[in-house]
């Protein structure tokens, strides 16, 4: 799964720190994702980005900033964690550009499992 | 609001066992479908993806999936699973540029 390269596998925060994830992909890929991962709540999108220097939010924006200043990283910010921020964090990416690669699937990260105390 | 919905949670089956786990939308329009598969500590894979033509899609491992408009829903089959299929599948819409998930299916089988 050496495509998307997600930093750092494990993390523990105490309330009220920061962080930031990083999301590298050698793929050259348009579109960036940034996922949560719940026991019983399956993947929802935390934020999202379709080309350099853009974002945009998903269905759970809230607490959590991004930035794509490179194509080929997608940064996840938690600016004041929060016990309810405790996580397993994807990353996906998928190609565009082309009307074909609409059809692509997700290529998926190995996630960065994140714990809030 | 519009969701995507695996109403079976967790699924307990004998190896060699029919398999459907059901998944339904409520977007209209246009949409992709997807079934994705974790295995106990990995990341999501693709199993099958639907976009346009035949209804009935093949995916790998004996996956397969029909797509029925008229009832939004995009269930997964396998006629006969094996003790290497325990893994959480999840179903997926995709509406322009965002790919939304189901809660997710536990499969566990049992030899």
């Known amino acids: 799964n050496a495509g998307v390269t997600q930093t750092p596998k494990f993390r523990v925060l105490k309330t009220g720190q920061s962080m930031t994830l990083l999301c590298a992909q050698d793929m050259n890929h348009e579109y960036m994702y940034w996922y949560r991962q719940d026991p019983g709540m399956g993947l929802r999108l935390i934020h999202y980005?379709?080309?350099?220097?853009?974002?945009a939010k998903g269905e759970v924006p809230d607490g959590y900033n991004v930035s794509r200043l490179k194509k080929q990283n997608f940064l996840l910010g938690l600016e004041s964690a929060a016990p309810s921020q405790t996580s397993v964090y994807f990353c996906?990416?998928?190609?565009?550009?082309?009307?074909?690669?609409?059809?692509?699937?997700?290529?998926f990260g190995n996630g960065t499992r994140l714990t809030v105390t | 609001a519009q969701s995507v919905s695996q109403h079976n949670h967790h699924v307990i089956l004998s190896e060699a066992a029919s398999l459907e786990l059901g998944c339904n939308y409520s977007y209209g329009g246009t949409v992709n479908l997807f079934w994705y598969v974790q295995y106990p500590g990995q990341h999501l894979q693709l199993l099958l993806k639907?976009?346009?033509?035949?209804?009935l899609v093949k995916g790998i491992k004996g996956f397969e999936a029909e797509f029925i408009k008229s009832k939004f829903s995009f269930n997964l089959r396998k006629p006969s699973v094996q003790w290497s299929d325990t893994a959480e599948y999840f179903c997926a819409v995709r509406k322009t540029d965002k790919l939304i998930f189901g809660t997710g299916t536990r499969l566990q089988v049992f030899p």
């Open positions: 996906a990416i998928r190609p565009g550009g082309l009307p074909t690669s609409y059809n692509s699937p997700l290529h």
């Open positions: 639907y976009f346009s033509g035949d209804p």
């Open positions: 980005s379709v080309g350099e220097g853009t974002t």
